[in-house]
Structures are given as structure tokens and as C-alpha cells.
């Protein structure tokens, strides 16, 4: 996982040069959070998946969760999804 958010106020619009006020990162595959940019290996296309999910639940999640632990949180609890892919190459 490359980078997760969660606690995103009900109404934020988007996410821009920041995070909209209340909302938490979650750690990502590197272990620190942040969103770090596409950077694929050389040659073959990569896919890269964005997903956003409504929780029918607040996650209860604190700052910095494990990626593990957000995957759990939306396990179940997801009553919508929306997916964008994004393929790169270098």
C-alpha cells in the first residue's frame, strides 16, 4: 500500500496540496506516511490502483495505522467503492 487516508470529512471536495483538516494518513509500504509519486520499474507497464471506499462505520483508526490494520477496518464495512486506475511506465 502506498499510501492510505482515512477519517476524511464528510463534504471535503478533494485532496489537494494538503489533507482536508481531520483526516489521517495511514503508514504506507515503506513504513512512514505520505503519498510518495509512481515510480516504476524500467520496461514493462505498472499498474497503479486508487481506491476510495464509504465506510458504513467510523474505522476508529489512529494516526499512522499499519496498512494491515486499514485493510481490516474496511473489510466488511465498505458500502461503496469507486477505482481508478493509472498505468505508467518508464
Not at 463534504?11 to 509519486?37: C, D, H, M, V, W
Not at 509512481?38 to 465506510?55: D, I, M, Q
Not at 485493510?71 to 486506475?85: F, K, M, N, P, S
Amino acid at each position: 500500500m502506498h499510501w492510505s487516508v482515512y477519517d476524511i470529512p464528510r463534504g471535503s471536495s478533494g485532496i489537494a496540496s494538503q489533507l482536508p483538516a481531520g483526516s489521517s494518513e495511514g503508514k504506507n509500504s515503506f513504513g512512514s506516511t505520505g503519498y510518495r509519486g509512481p515510480c516504476p520499474p524500467k520496461g514493462a507497464t505498472h499498474h497503479y490502483r486508487f481506491s476510495l471506499y464509504a465506510l458504513d462505520d467510523d474505522p476508529g483508526l489512529p494516526s499512522a495505522a499499519s496498512p494491515e490494520s486499514v485493510r481490516a477496518a474496511i473489510d466488511g464495512h465498505a458500502i461503496t467503492q469507486g477505482v481508478l486506475t493509472g498505468l505508467y511506465h518508464r
